[in-house]
């Protein structure tokens, strides 16, 4: 394999996350009243395209920006309706978060990340 192709290779993962689903009230996200479930997606990821896709992987999205220890992978903020959306990874620990919060309501996953083969995007149609 030549070092462009290795390099390549290397861009381009999976990773697969377990962990936690928050959501509730934001003012009772910490009471025991929020609800808990178990939580898991599996993210496709190409840093040299710039493009990532979750789950089914049925259309891609671009990476917002990604760095040595961080990628971030939407970012969607909307102060005037009191929304925002945040999605992200530390490269470092495997660290994931995925936040969203419309009004008072709020939904949080945490999880690990594991690092796997790349499994491909979807093909385009033209």
């Known amino acids: 394999m030549s070092a462009t192709a290795t ?3 290397a861009a381009a993962f999976n990773l697969v996350c377990t962990g936690t689903l ?3 009230e934001l003012r009772t996200m910490w009471s025991k009243d929020r609800k808990t ?3 898991s997606t599996v993210l496709r990821v190409d840093l040299s395209l ?3 896709c979750e789950g089914d992987c049925k259309s891609t999205s671009p990476i917002q920006r990604a760095s040595d220890t961080e990628i ?3 970012l969607e903020e909307k102060p005037d309706i009191g929304f925002d959306h945040v999605k992200l990874v530390n490269r470092e620990t495997g660290a994931f978060i995925d936040r969203m ?3 008072g309501f709020v939904m949080m996953s945490t999880a690990t990340c594991e690092k796997a083969a790349f499994t491909g995007f979807p093909q385009k149609r033209f």
Do not use: N
Request: no cysteine; charged share 15%.
């Open 22 to 24: 928050i959501s509730g």
């Open 7 to 9: 390099l390549a290779v």
């Open 101 to 103: 919060r419309a009004g």
């Open 37 to 39: 479930e178990p939580f």
């Open 72 to 74: 971030l992978f939407q």
């Open 50 to 52: 710039h493009r990532w």
